[in-house]
């Protein structure tokens, strides 16, 4: 019904930049509400940020807040996150997700349940 599909990953230094794009695509009803998501080698899948369908609301994990951005074009269904800053620690696959749901300004919680989900894309910091 709805596809996602991300990409921008790679390998960068620490201090780099980068920006992941998530395009959707299929039955997009209306704006999605999306979220980012990471999970390292052995780890258990951590919540990163997320952007209500409207765009205009936020929110993000601590260990990335003031360093990463969340954002979204609604005209080509697409959302970004921005992160500046890297660090080794942040090494994981990178997943987006959406939802159709929820009101227009209401920004998915942590543990929320989304619809939808990406193949996911590798992003790895090295020292």
């Known amino acids: 019904q709805v596809q996602l599909v991300e990409s921008g990953g790679g390998l960068v230094q620490a201090g780099g930049s980068l920006r992941l794009s998530c395009a959707a695509s299929?039955?997009?009803?209306?704006?999605?509400?999306m979220g980012w998501f990471r999970q390292a080698p052995g780890m258990e899948r951590e919540f990163v940020a997320a952007i209500s369908r409207s765009g205009g609301y936020t929110d993000y994990a601590d260990s990335v807040k003031g360093r990463f951005t969340i954002s979204r074009d609604n005209t080509k269904n697409m959302a970004y996150l921005r992160m500046n800053s890297l660090k080794p620690e942040d090494t994981a696959v990178y997943y987006c997700a959406a939802d159709s749901t929820l009101p227009w300004t209401a920004v998915p919680g942590k543990q929320f349940r989304y619809n939808y989900w990406g193949q996911g894309t590798q992003v790895t910091v090295s020292s």
């Open positions: 299929g039955r997009t009803l209306n704006y999605l509400a």
